[in-house]
């Protein structure tokens, strides 16, 4: 699977970076907020919307994807309903990206799959999260599919990127410098604390 060696070297410094800015050790040593957990899935909202939206706009490109069951935008959309965020508008982020790009994009979509498992756990033992929230159906997306989806997205990627390896390097930390920009941006989508 040579592309995805290449995708997680090439994408290494984005992916830590990303990690940093989403609370990896809040998460991890069980310091993360019920707010701060709103804005991490408000930031996978902002960027699995609007990624999906291309995705399903483009079908035949993305045969083999198994695209129905990659879908995470109407999981997103229940986990900050339960939270009180609602109606949150999606941007035309991935319009005009060649399909490497989106390759790439993808990438990073799914690789998040992977953490989520363990994200979940963490949370559910989280005193400040675990006592306010019903069910993580994000990070719980795929549940016991998580590691053949992720095999299968490495073959499909294999693949789909013969000859165009580069582009979809570089179109994976393209989606990696945009989920940056949305976690700038997303606060404003934060409700208001009230004392």
């Known amino acids: 699977m040579m592309i995805m060696g290449l995708l997680k070297e090439g994408t290494k410094l984005q992916h830590d970076k990303t990690e940093q800015m989403l609370f990896a050790g809040k998460i991890m040593d ?23 939206k291309e995705l399903v706009q483009r079908p035949e490109e993305f045969d083999g994807f198994q695209l129905e069951r990659r879908l995470k935008t109407a999981l997103l959309e229940s986990d900050l309903a339960e939270l009180g965020i609602n109606n949150v508008p999606v941007d035309e982020l991935f319009s005009g990206w060649s399909f490497p790009q989106l390759l790439g994009a993808c990438y990073v979509a799914e690789g998040s799959t992977l953490g989520g498992k363990v994200i979940e756990r963490a949370l559910q033992k989280n005193e400040n999260i675990a006592g306010s929230v019903k069910a993580f159906n994000y990070f719980n997306c795929y549940g016991d599919e998580t590691g053949p989806l992720w095999k299968a997205f490495g073959d499909y990627a294999s693949q789909k990127s013969a000859g165009v390896e580069q582009e979809v390097v570089a179109g994976a930390n393209k989606a990696f410098d945009m989920f940056q920009s949305i976690a700038v941006t997303a606060k404003q989508y934060m409700p208001v604390a009230t004392a």
């Open 30 to 52: 069980g310091s993360l907020t019920l707010d701060d957990y709103r804005y991490m899935l408000l930031c996978n909202y902002l960027f699995n919307a609007a990624l999906e």
